[in-house]
């Protein structure tokens, strides 16, 4: 962040994330139905996510109702950002990916059939629809309008079947 | 133990694709804690195109509007030309009252209140299609009724 400010990136440009804190995060695990994984590499975090299996249900209208993995937050260590105004490159890549290949992996355990869900922050938004292929099922007002996305059964199935 | 991974050439794949991305950060815990701040400015900047076409439509000056809705001429002003203004909610209701506007509906124009998708939708709509000028033309006017229109009917509805 202070090479960022140093070259006078403007604040819009700056990777979207909601701090490498961990302090209110780690709260959110008291609960029962949460989840928490980490990618773990030289000692130190390098990604991480929450995920909640029992307060969500599917959204499209073909799997409406049907329980899912919500995806609650996840991030990848700021060092592991790739930010082109600064000519940095991450330290380790693909963590967003590793870490969303295991939710739809926990969905299946949990007998979800690789369902996912998950509201994206705006500049994740083209992460989520175009690199992940997921639906994008709408903005949600209750969820300050971010938008809503959702791997369906079938989506999860064709992914782990062509990549595993 | 039996790799349940992903095979490295989709991972390489996709760390390019996720490299070009500017973020993967989800926002549903951020948003149940508050952590996302206020509202996306754009609803704001709509907010104050609306009021300025409003006034323009009714023939009001700044000042008209400023006496019949007895809000400050100072605050109207930032209202219209500011990007980030943030009405008080008195004011949005005076000026709803004022210009013949659905209040509650104004409110979540203003960025005051949770916005419906049917409300953003319409806001969208009519940002993209004004542009301030003097006066009206013929497709801003068709922008703005279309406007209130959606905000008449959501006001009905809800």
Known sequence: MQE???????????????????????????????????????????GVMLTKTASHTSRLAAERGKPLVYIDYVE?????????????????????????????KQSQEEGFYGRVGLHALPQAEQWYEKGLRMTSVGRDPGKQNLLYFELSRQQAESLLKEHK | MKNTGPRPEWLREMADFEDSCRSISVG???????????????????????????????????????EQADVDLAEIVEIERKQNAVPQLRTVYQLA?????????????????????????AALRFAA????????????????EEFVKVLVQASDAG
Not at chain 1, 23 to 32: D, E, F, G, H, P
Not at chain 2, 97 to 117: C, D, I, M, S
């Open chain 1, 4 to 46: 960022l400010l140093q070259k006078g990136v403007s604040r819009a440009d700056w990777p979207q994330s909601l701090h490498w804190d961990w302090s209110k995060k780690a709260l959110q695990l008291n609960l029962l139905e949460s989840s928490g994984f980490g990618i773990v590499c030289e000692q130190r975090w390098q």
């Open chain 1, 76 to 104: 990848a260590a700021p060092w592991n950002w790739t930010v082109p105004e600064i000519g940095r490159e991450g330290r380790f890549r693909a963590i967003g990916s590793i870490l969303f290949w295991r939710a739809i």
């Open chain 2, 28 to 66: 549903g815990m951020a948003a149940d804690l508050g952590m996302l701040g206020a509202p996306p400015a754009e609803s704001r900047s709509v907010f104050g195109r609306l009021i300025e076409f409003a006034r323009r439509s009714k023939g009001l000056s700044v000042e008209q509007l400023a």
């Open chain 2, 97 to 121: 009252n004022a210009l013949k506007l659905p209040a509650g509906k104004l409110v979540e124009v203003a960025g005051l209140a949770t916005t419906r998708p049917e409300i953003s939708n």
């Open chain 2, 129 to 144: 299609r004004s542009e301030p000028t003097t006066t009206l033309s013929p497709a801003e006017r068709e922008a703005f």
